[in-house]
């Protein structure tokens, strides 16, 4: 079993609908939690990052964590074309290593 | 400040042939990662450098060697091209301590034929 499960996708969804992307881990110690985003043939940038469990909003952006079910989600209100790209959960481990999902497509359909 | 820089953006090689990724950070980080992406796969670590004089395997170091070549520059080495290192390679450096955001460049695209 991986660390960090993630569905790879495609999802496509129209403009300004509501966007649930998800992921699940297995180690009961991570304790902290982001999400990058990566526009095609870019790298991956940091978006949001919560360090426990409830919900942290950023605009349109909200990331909730679960820790009893091991749940992390992202949600984005009124999605635009603009937010057209892969969203990578990301989980620093320990030392200096973190553990990426394996990354989400999401097309968002003007 | 151009953050985490990479060369080249674009590189085709043949089977056995070998090659050098280089990458340069202007943010005084001192950690330093090399990853690969591959579709489905995710981000995979190869090696990281913690601090200046200091390298450790990732995830799937096999076929690569590093080295950091001071504060500032990190660099990947492919000694004998394989197909199976056809990929997207990723930079990135860390932010000091206390903080996890990494920061990544705009990636190497090589094609081992």
């Known amino acids: 079993q991986k660390e960090v499960e993630q569905d790879p996708g495609p999802l496509s969804v129209p403009e300004g609908a509501i966007v649930s992307l998800n992921c699940t881990y297995s180690?009961?110690?991570?304790?902290?939690f982001m999400w990058y985003r990566q526009y095609s043939r870019k790298g991956p940038e940091l978006l949001m990052y919560?360090?426990?469990?409830g919900n942290k909003e950023d605009g349109r952006f909200t990331a909730q964590v679960d820790k009893s079910s091991k749940y992390i989600s992202l949600f984005i209100r009124d999605s635009q074309p603009s937010d057209s790209a892969t969203y990578l959960c990301?989980?620093?481990?320990?030392?200096?290593?973190?553990?990426f999902g394996a990354g989400t497509r999401l097309f968002v359909k003007a | 400040n151009a953050g985490v820089t990479q060369t080249p953006k674009f590189q085709v090689l043949k089977t056995g042939q070998s090659m050098t990724l280089q990458c340069a950070q202007d943010?005084?980080?001192?950690?330093m990662y090399w990853y690969r992406q591959d579709p489905g796969m995710g981000l995979r670590l190869i090696y990281y450098?913690?601090?200046?004089?200091?390298?450790d395997k990732g995830e799937v170091p096999n076929g690569y060697n590093v080295s950091r070549l001071n504060k500032r520059e990190f660099s990947l080495r492919l000694e004998s091209a394989a197909p199976s290192q056809t990929s997207v390679y990723f930079c990135?450096?860390?932010?000091?301590?206390?903080?996890?955001?990494?920061?990544f460049g705009p990636g190497t695209r090589l094609l081992v034929l």
């Open positions: 180690n009961s110690a991570f304790q902290y």
């Open positions: 943010m005084n980080h001192n950690s």
């Open positions: 919560t360090y426990s469990s």
């Open positions: 990301a989980i620093p481990s320990g030392g200096f290593k973190t553990i």
């Open positions: 450098s913690a601090s200046e004089g200091t390298t």
């Open positions: 990135a450096s860390r932010a000091p301590a206390g903080q996890e955001t990494q920061y």
